[in-house]
C-alpha cells in the first residue's frame, strides 16, 4: 500500500484511521481485520468495549486474531492458531500454564502467570458512527517485526476468509451480507474485512472455561 502523499513527506503513524462502521462492530464477538499504516492490526468488540492490537502473531508471524477468543485466568484471550500461544486482548501480555509438581513427583499443570507484553496494542475507538483507530508505536515490542509483512498479512487474510476457500463458516469474514476481498478498501489508509470471531479450526469462540 503506497503512503499517503506519494511519499512527499513523512506520514504520520499516529494519525486517526477510519477502519469501519459502528454496525460492523455492534456486537460482542465481532471483528475487523485492517491494514493501517501498512500495519495489519484487529479491532474487536468484546462485552461492548473496542480494543486494538497486532493481528500477526509475535512469535512466528502467524495468524493470531483468527484464533479462538477465550478466557484465561479471568482475561480474555486470543488463541494463536499455529502454536497455540495464549494473548491479552487488551495488554498484549503473553499467558502461559505453569507446570507445577505433586508431591508423588508428577508435573501437572498448575495457575497462569505472564510473561510480559509481546504483542502491541492500539487506541480503537467510535465516533458517528464510525470505528477508528489510533496506532500506538512508542517504544519496542516484539510483534513489530511482522507487523507490516507482506507474506504474513496474506496469510492472515487467507486465515479469516478460510483459508481461501469459501463457506463453511471457517474464518468466513462477511460484512452487509456480502464477501469482502482480503483487506479489501474502506478508506485510502484502511484496508479491513469484517467478521466474527470464528477460529481458524472453525470453532465458536468461548468464554468461561480455562485450558
Not at 484511521?17 to 484487529?42: D, E, I, M, P
Not at 509483512?149 to 476457500?165: P, V
Request: hydrophobic share 35%; proline share 3%; charged share 25%.
Amino acid at each position: 500500500m503506497e503512503a499517503v502523499g506519494g511519499g512527499a513527506k513523512e506520514e504520520d503513524v499516529t494519525e486517526e484511521v477510519v477502519v469501519g462502521t459502528a454496525a460492523q462492530l455492534g456486537r460482542h464477538g465481532s471483528k475487523v481485520q485492517a491494514r493501517v499504516h501498512n500495519r495489519f492490526v484487529t479491532v474487536f468488540n468484546l462485552n461492548g468495549k473496542l480494543h486494538c492490537l497486532d493481528a500477526v502473531c509475535y512469535h512466528a508471524g502467524g495468524p493470531l486474531t483468527v484464533g479462538d477468543i477465550e478466557e484465561i485466568d479471568g482475561k480474555a484471550c486470543v488463541r494463536c492458531p499455529w502454536h497455540n500461544y495464549c494473548v491479552t486482548v487488551e495488554t498484549g501480555e503473553k499467558l502461559y500454564q505453569k507446570l507445577v509438581r505433586t508431591e508423588d513427583g508428577k508435573m501437572v499443570p498448575g495457575g497462569w502467570d505472564s510473561v510480559g507484553k509481546r504483542q502491541r496494542t492500539h487506541r480503537a475507538f467510535e465516533r458517528n458512527g464510525e470505528v477508528l483507530v489510533v496506532l500506538d508505536v512508542e517504544g519496542d515490542c516484539e510483534s513489530d517485526k511482522y507487523a507490516k509483512d507482506e507474506a504474513c498479512g496474506r496469510r492472515l487474510a487467507s486465515s479469516a476468509l478460510g483459508f481461501g476457500g469459501g463457506g463453511g463458516g471457517r474464518g468466513g469474514v462477511r460484512a452487509g451480507g456480502r464477501r469482502l476481498p482480503p483487506f479489501g478498501g474502506l478508506r485510502e489508509k484502511a484496508r479491513a474485512t469484517a467478521g466474527h470471531l470464528f477460529g481458524a479450526d472453525g470453532k465458536m469462540p468461548f468464554f468461561g472455561r480455562q485450558k
